[in-house]
């Protein structure tokens, strides 16, 4: 092997990183992370030991005890005998560096544990950059052997929620009081949500967070459904799945669908734990058997090949149509062309091109 071959020295350290060599799993995924050149090529290599890990994504506002949880999940999963990998998401607002440090000091009892894996997503200033270095960090992880990959948010922006679209399962985690419930439907977390936790349950006013849940889940259930339906989007779990190729109209059976359970939990106390993680598998086990969703699982990837081709095409065009894109902008600036005969004549160059 040479040892510039740069396909070469990718092939070397994906195959440590399948066989379960921590130092290698953390310099792949710093390498991912940071895009360092040649991550692509590792990512090939890697992806055809992927696709086994239930990958869990957990989201919420700031404070509702995810981090806390996740240390609790861990253990549980842990218990179980399953290894766990852990991503923290912190996106790029600077005042998240200390939840970071204090979800990192929450699970800091299982850093000399082999079988739990810890780190945090930071790509910032690329346009889509966090969910797609989270969905390729798990990847790196799923080829490591985690059985499980949990992602936790920071808070539940519109990155956050894109993050929690990759994974298989996504835990919504409530607490009472902070008037999550409101929110929920503000931020769409109703619709990202398979599983909810109502956490800080020792505290007042988890029964009535329980029941307000209850009550927009059954009414958005419907809402959702009705939605989906108008847009010609596929709905699974409440959760919008862009456009797959409909099923011929018969009248019949309506889409089978899953309607998200509510858990009260303590994290801080370990209590309703096990309870939480049965709800959640009952979402996996649901998730690999249905057709509906065998059907989000594809829908997943037909995006993800889709947003590669499309920024590898955009790519591809303005790097080849430097000059006269810069062209078009001036005639259109001059109200010499629009802006949409101006695009197609682009297409038309690049299509000349190729
Ligand atoms: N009373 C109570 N406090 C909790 C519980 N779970 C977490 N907390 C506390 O809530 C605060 C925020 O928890 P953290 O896990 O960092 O929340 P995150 O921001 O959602 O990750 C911490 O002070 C935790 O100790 C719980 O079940 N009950
Ligand atoms: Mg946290």
Not at 140 to 158: I, P, R, S, Y
Not at 260 to 271: D, F, L, M, S
Not at 327 to 338: G, K, Y
Request: proline share 4%; aromatic share 4%.
């Amino acid at each position: 092997m040479s040892i510039d071959d740069p396909r070469a020295q990718a092939a070397a350290l994906a195959a440590r990183v399948v066989a379960g060599e921590t130092r290698s799993i953390a310099r792949a995924l710093r390498n991912v992370d940071d895009r360092v050149p040649g991550y692509l090529d590792l990512l090939k290599e890697l992806f055809a030991s992927t696709g086994k890990a239930w990958v869990v994504g957990i989201t919420g506002n700031p404070g509702a005890g995810k981090s806390t949880l996740t240390d609790r999940l861990i253990q549980t999963l842990r218990a179980s005998g399953k290894k766990v990998g852990v991503l923290c998401v912190d996106p790029s607002s600077p005042y998240t560096g200390g939840a970071i440090l204090g979800d990192r000091i929450r699970m800091a009892r299982h850093a000399n544990d082999d079988g739990v894996f810890i780190r945090s997503v930071a790509t910032r200033g690329h346009l889509g950059g966090l969910s797609r270095s989270a969905r390729d960090m798990v990847r790196v992880l799923d080829a490591a052997g985690f059985d499980v990959v949990l992602v936790e948010t920071v808070g539940v922006g519109q990155d956050e929620l894109e993050i929690t679209r990759t994974a298989h399962s996504t835990l919504v985690v409530m607490a009472p009081g902070l008037g999550d419930e409101v929110q929920a439907i503000k931020a769409g977390l109703l619709e990202t949500a398979d599983v909810f936790a109502v956490n800080k349950a020792d505290r007042d006013g988890a029964d009535a967070t329980m029941r307000d849940l209850e009550l927009m889940i059954a009414l958005g259930t419907e809402a959702i459904v009705a939605a989906g339906k108008r847009r010609g989007h596929v709905v699974h779990g409440g959760v919008k799945v862009d456009a797959l190729p409909e099923a011929p109209a018969t009248g019949e059976a309506p889409p089978e669908q899953w309607t998200p359970p509510i858990r009260k939990c303590v994290a801080t106390r370990g209590e309703g734990i096990t309870e939480l993680v049965s709800a959640l598998e009952a979402h996996r086990a649901w998730v690999s058997g249905a057709e509906a969703g065998r059907e989000r699982r594809r829908a997943r990837l037909v995006e993800e090949v889709r947003e590669g081709l499309r920024e590898t095409l955009i790519d591809a065009a303005t790097s080849a149509l430097a000059h006269e894109l810069d062209e078009a902008a001036a005639a259109v600036d001059a109200r010499r062309i629009d802006p949409y005969t101006a695009t197609e004549q682009l297409l038309a160059r690049f299509k000349a091109m190729s």
